[in-house]
């Protein structure tokens, strides 16, 4: 697979959350703790302060990586793309943590989201991150 579809692979999977994001700013949920425990396993409100900087968030990133796949956007977009990467690996390895059944109850819905669509994304989506900036960088492209 190339770098360039790594890199649209990844963003659109950003997007598609932002999207989610945008959804959920414009149309609260009807029960949004019940919401916030299946996302995040935790009480978190669903407010315009919470949810703006998080589309803000997932939209530069979904660029950056974009751009770094592509040869462009110089040292900050590589950094957010490395950030990006990090982050995803982080949440990765406490998916398979909590996957486990440690520190979440195996019968609630974030249980069963993490295991079957957060967890396996996020390795995926960081395995791609990592793909790209190193074939970025093994190229030599200018990035």
Do not use: E, Q
Request: proline share 6%; net charge positive; with cysteine.
């Amino acid at each position: 697979m190339n770098t360039k579809r790594l890199g649209t692979f990844v963003a659109a999977i950003l997007v598609l959350d932002a999207m989610a994001h945008l959804y959920w700013l414009v149309r609260p949920a009807s029960d949004p703790r019940a919401l916030s425990m299946a996302v995040l396993n935790m009480d978190v409100p669903f407010t315009p302060r919470v949810l703006l900087p998080l589309i803000l968030l997932l939209t530069t990133a979904a660029i950056a990586i974009v751009a770094v796949s592509r040869g462009r956007g110089g040292w900050p977009a590589k950094a957010v793309v490395f950030a990006l990467g990090a982050g995803l690996l982080v949440r990765g390895a406490l998916g398979l943590v909590w996957s486990s059944g440690l520190g979440t109850d195996t019968g609630t819905p974030f249980y069963r989201l993490n295991l079957l669509l957060y967890t396996p994304v996020c390795l995926i989506a960081a395995g791609s991150v990592g793909l790209v900036l190193a074939r970025t960088r093994r190229t030599g492209a200018r990035v």
